[in-house]
């Protein structure tokens, strides 16, 4: 009775798994994804105020939300005249990176490894270069800033430009880490496009 029991259960899972995509499960889940990464755009400011305050944003910028990345949370603007993306990663309450870090360049001794835990898993850094440092000015905070240079394996462009940002926020009470990354093309490279976005963002 053991295994003819162990058999029906697994012929009620299949026959719940075809149901699923038969009366449109996945169309429904795949929907509900949908709306949660690409939300309206007066929804996406009302809901993500703990990254800052995009009401004055450019509609050039495409707002987006991804889920937990290797368990950060991060919100996504694309540019979209040109594709170029800008990515906020919200750190928590994590001290491995601050804004102090990079007021006192502290940060030349840390990207290494907070490059290595936010790329994706198939990209890979060679011939990390730090550029400059430098702040962007938003409406009412300085956000500083660095510009590096790197060779990227399995990706289509090879030689890239990027810019490694930090702010912090509080939310009820509780602050955290904002890191803002745009990697892009070196041949591409348009530092007035990220500058463009963090200017109009009240935090």
């Given at each position: 009775?053991?295994?003819?029991?162990?058999?029906?259960?697994?012929?009620?899972?299949?026959?719940?798994?075809?149901?699923?995509?038969?009366?449109?499960?996945?169309?429904?889940?795949?929907?509900?994804?949908?709306?949660?990464?690409?939300?309206?755009?007066?929804?996406?400011?009302?809901?993500?105020?703990?990254?800052?305050?995009?009401?004055?944003?450019?509609?050039?910028?495409?707002?987006?939300?991804s889920f937990n990345f290797f368990g950060y949370?991060?919100?996504?603007?694309?540019?979209?005249?040109?594709?170029?993306?800008?990515?906020?990663?919200?750190?928590?309450?994590?001290?491995?990176?601050?804004?102090?870090?990079?007021?006192?360049?502290?940060?030349?001794?840390?990207?290494?490894?907070?490059?290595?835990?936010?790329?994706?898993?198939?990209?890979?850094?060679?011939?990390?270069?730090?550029?400059?440092?430098?702040?962007?000015?938003?409406?009412?905070?300085?956000i500083p800033y660095i510009v590096f240079s790197?060779?990227?394996?399995?990706?289509?462009?090879?030689?890239i430009i990027g810019i490694i940002g930090a702010?912090?926020?509080?939310?009820?009470?509780?602050?955290?880490?904002?890191?803002?990354?745009?990697?892009?093309?070196?041949?591409?490279?348009?530092?007035?496009?990220?500058?463009?976005?963090?200017?109009?963002?009240?935090?």
């Amino acid at each position: 009775m053991g295994c003819l029991g162990s058999l029906v259960k697994k012929i009620i899972i299949l026959a719940l798994i075809i149901a699923f995509f038969v009366f449109g499960g996945w169309a429904f889940v795949r929907e509900k994804i949908n709306n949660y990464k690409n939300p309206p755009r007066e929804e996406f400011i009302k809901a993500e105020t703990d990254y800052g305050d995009f009401s004055s944003v450019s509609g050039d910028y495409q707002l987006t939300r991804s889920f937990n990345f290797f368990g950060y949370k991060k919100i996504n603007a694309k540019y979209l005249p040109t594709g170029q993306k800008i990515t906020i990663f919200n750190l928590k309450n994590e001290d491995k990176i601050s804004v102090k870090d990079f007021e006192t360049n502290e940060i030349d001794n840390k990207i290494t490894d907070i490059l290595d835990k936010l790329k994706d898993s198939f990209i890979t850094f060679e011939n990390f270069k730090i550029i400059s440092h430098g702040t962007f000015n938003a409406k009412n905070k300085n956000i500083p800033y660095i510009v590096f240079s790197a060779n990227v394996k399995n990706v289509p462009f090879k030689n890239i430009i990027g810019i490694i940002g930090a702010y912090s926020t509080k939310n009820n009470q509780n602050s955290s880490t904002k890191l803002i990354l745009s990697i892009v093309d070196k041949k591409a490279y348009n530092p007035s496009i990220t500058k463009g976005f963090i200017s109009a963002i009240k935090f």
